[in-house]
């Protein structure tokens, strides 16, 4: 056979292999995620939608790919410096200059990770430059969940700069879209706002570093078609798993598709990838509800449960916290008479907060201290240890609050080792609450912060629980030991972080912890696999706390939350604000010896119907009712998996004179199963509305009819208790 020939045959080999479409598919029980090989070897999204019922219908998209390689067609994976004519998820500068890269198709694997887990992998590689990203998507067919990330490498000859590399992108076709967004500020977190999308770009971001997300937080709602709603219509929750800077971007072209790239945010990040290693993007986590955010919100909050949140399946401690009572104006023994009444109103737990620690600058108040872990000797002459024995001798665990990642100026960390210290080396210094921020890209730095709470364990192996702050934005953006690679310090800072997490877990897999960041500075379901709970606001007004909590409840179960009864507010009753505080994870900082006699009663009696119903918040579906935003009043319940229980929740918050008051119809029951109704956690001398306490309705009824919860009294509340009746 002449070579002639060969050539000839060799030809139409590759014709034939190139014009073969790899079709890959990604699926929940109810979502689709379906990408497929185009003639030029890229990968294109081909839908993106609910599961069809006959799976030959698929066939029918795949003419829709038909000649789509220019700047208009949905690449999974589009790439900068080539026709992508809008925002890329990739971008990279190669040894030579050179900026453009063709990602294409090369594999794909398929994995089962357990029963319900399934993980894909696709690799892509540039036919010109030797640079490698592999897309992940892992997805969990119950709960309705896909995770997807991205991993980037290279084998060029230097070190290359990469200043695009989301890790995720999606697109949609439809004839409106609705952005709703969680925005705000220090006490005043996760405003929910709604607009529309049009044409053009809009970025939700964050370039604050270590408390990063103090004015918006790193999750989002899209209403596909229509503006969300509760209970109908079709959206996209996402969130992105990360403790630092991150972008989304929704950008609408000019055939009015939507375009959602998800992922770190590359700002003053453009990161220098040194030949063989691999950059490791974090995950971005959605969902697709065809039944509005309520149903997007359970299948978050289950698979947080079963998936992510540190000890998402266990219990969780009522508390104590001392610092409304005593700031830093404390010793041992008024400790000790704080940790007596923590077993008075039955709570779990004593919580130590800021002011225990610092001698050379003791820390009397939030200028000076931070970084210096010794107790202060003329406040706690027997340190830590006492502590922890007196409460233990009273039949209470004990914890204790940190912020280790921070330092003052007036310490002696500081004075030691200026080194370890994010700050410009020739420019005045820029504080943020009187502290600096610790370069935790630094591995001696990781190790300092290591041991702050190795040695406040080994020391006291009965500390039941760390309370972790972060209270500052990184500033003064320089980092002494990353040098010349500058662009890598906000990511290597969080990478950082979690390498002393992944060393905390190790060694202490079971410590309780809560992730606090001035509030609800971090949110993030990456940071939630080292913590059980995050602290949402340092605003612990009752009427604040039901909107921030309807807004955090879009995301994050209930035991994730914690939400503590404090003096805030004195027009709301003690009634109120536990009523409100027992929607998630209880606590209390509040002095329990000034309230009133009847009050100390009910906060008793209150903690004990926590105890007694608590799984049902922490386990069950939450339906949220009513909204305080549509008007004066709010609802949520709770429904337990076997549907013999359930907890609703109702305030009148600001009623209007002579409002007309609407029943509330239940959501989630069994409608066949009789439901006997009782109200709980009432105030002594105080009787339950006689319309419907005690008496037995039909789930159905409840759900179509609905119960008189609502009042015109100002800052009510009430808490009804749902009991199937065999």
């Not at 939030?366 to 039949?395: E, F, M, R, S, Y």
């Not at 002095?591 to 009050?599: P, S, V």
Request: a neutral charge; hydrophobic letters at 35%.
């Amino acid at each position: 056979m002449s070579r002639k020939i060969l050539s000839i045959l060799f030809f139409l080999v590759v014709i034939t292999l190139s014009a073969h479409a790899e079709t890959i598919h990604i699926a929940t029980k109810e979502t689709e995620l379906v990408l497929q090989t185009a003639q030029n070897g890229r990968l294109f999204q081909l839908y993106l939608g609910p599961r069809l019922a006959v799976a030959d219908d698929y066939n029918h998209l795949t003419a829709n790919m038909k000649g789509k390689s220019d700047g208009q067609a949905w690449e999974a994976y589009p790439v900068s410096g080539t026709e992508t004519y809008f925002e890329p998820a990739f971008g990279i500068r190669h040894n030579d200059g050179n900026q453009a890269t063709v990602l294409k198709y090369v594999s794909h694997t398929t994995k089962k990770v357990s029963d319900d887990v399934t993980e894909t992998v696709i690799t892509l590689k540039d036919d010109l430059y030797p640079v490698q990203v592999k897309l992940f998507y892992r997805t969990f067919a119950k709960d309705n969940i896909i995770e997807s990330w991205t991993e980037i490498s290279h084998n060029e000859k230097k070190a290359v700069s990469i200043n695009n590399y989301a890790s995720s992108m999606l697109y949609w076709k439809r004839s409106q879209y609705f952005l709703t967004e969680f925005s705000g500020d220090w006490a005043k977190e996760v405003n929910m706002t709604t607009t529309p999308l049009a044409f053009g770009k809009k970025m939700v971001d964050s370039k604050l570093g270590s408390r990063a997300n103090l004015h918006v937080s790193p999750f989002f709602t899209v209403g596909l078609g229509d503006t969300p709603r509760e209970n109908d219509g079709q959206v996209l929750m996402g969130t992105l798993a990360w403790t630092g800077n991150f972008r989304f971007t929704f950008e609408v072209d000019n055939e009015h598709n939507l375009r959602v790239i998800s992922g770190i945010n590359p700002f003053a990040s453009e990161y220098t990838l040194d030949p063989g290693k691999v950059f490791t993007t974090p995950s971005f986590i959605f969902t697709l509800s065809n039944q509005g955010t309520g149903k997007g919100s359970r299948d978050l909050q289950r698979w947080a449960r079963n998936y992510r949140l540190k000890d998402g399946n266990g219990d969780r401690m009522t508390l104590l916290n001392n610092w409304e009572s005593t700031g830093f104006d404390f010793n041992e023994e008024k400790l000790k008479s704080l940790i007596e009444e923590t077993k008075y109103l039955g709570a779990d737990m004593f919580l130590l907060d800021d002011g225990w620690f610092a001698n050379k600058y003791p820390r009397h108040s939030d200028t000076q201290g931070l970084g210096d872990w010794a107790p202060t000797a003329n406040k706690l002459p027997n340190g830590i240890p006492a502590l922890v024995k007196a409460a233990k001798a009273t039949g209470v665990k004990f914890g204790i609050w940190i912020e280790p990642e921070m330092v003052s100026a007036k310490s002696e960390l500081f004075e030691k080792h200026p080194d370890w210290v994010i700050m410009l080396p020739n420019r005045e210094r820029y504080y943020f609450r009187n502290q600096l921020v610790l370069d935790l890209s630094n591995p001696a730095v990781q190790e300092h912060v290591f041991n702050v709470v190795d040695h406040l364990m080994t020391e006291n192996p009965d500390l039941a629980y760390m309370k972790w702050d972060c209270n500052s934005p990184i500033t003064n953006i320089y980092s002494p030991y990353l040098k010349e690679k500058q662009g890598n310090l906000y990511i290597e800072y969080v990478r950082g972080l979690y390498k002393v997490l992944d060393r905390i877990r190790g060694k202490y897999p079971t410590l309780p912890m809560m992730l606090c960041s001035g509030g609800g500075g971090r949110t993030d379901y990456e940071g939630l696999r080292y913590f059980t709970e995050f602290w949402p606001s340092d605003n612990t007004d009752p009427v604040e706390r039901l909107y921030i909590q309807w807004g955090y409840s879009q995301f994050f179960p209930a035991k994730s939350m914690a939400a503590h009864v404090t003096s805030w507010n004195h027009d709301a009753s003690i009634k109120f604000r536990v009523d409100v505080a027992m929607q998630c994870k209880l606590g209390f900082d509040i002095n329990i010896k000034e309230l009133r006699a009847e009050e100390q009663t009910f906060c008793k009696e209150a903690v004990a119907n926590y105890d007694r119903l608590k799984n049902i918040n922490y386990d069950g579906d939450q339906y949220r009712l009513v909204s305080p935003y549509d008007g004066n009043h709010s609802a949520v319940m709770y429904v337990s998996q076997s549907k013999k229980q359930a907890l609703v929740y109702a305030y009148d918050i600001f009623p209007r004179y002579s409002e007309i008051l609407q029943p509330v119809q239940c959501q989630g029951l069994n409608p066949a199963a009789k439901y006997r109704v009782k109200e709980i956690n009432l105030m002594s001398g105080n009787n339950p509305a006689d319309a419907f306490n005690g008496k037995v309705y039909s789930g159905d009824y409840l759900m179509k009819i609905g119960l008189d919860l609502f009042t015109s009294t100002k800052l009510h509340s009430r808490i009804l208790e749902l009991e199937v009746v065999e």
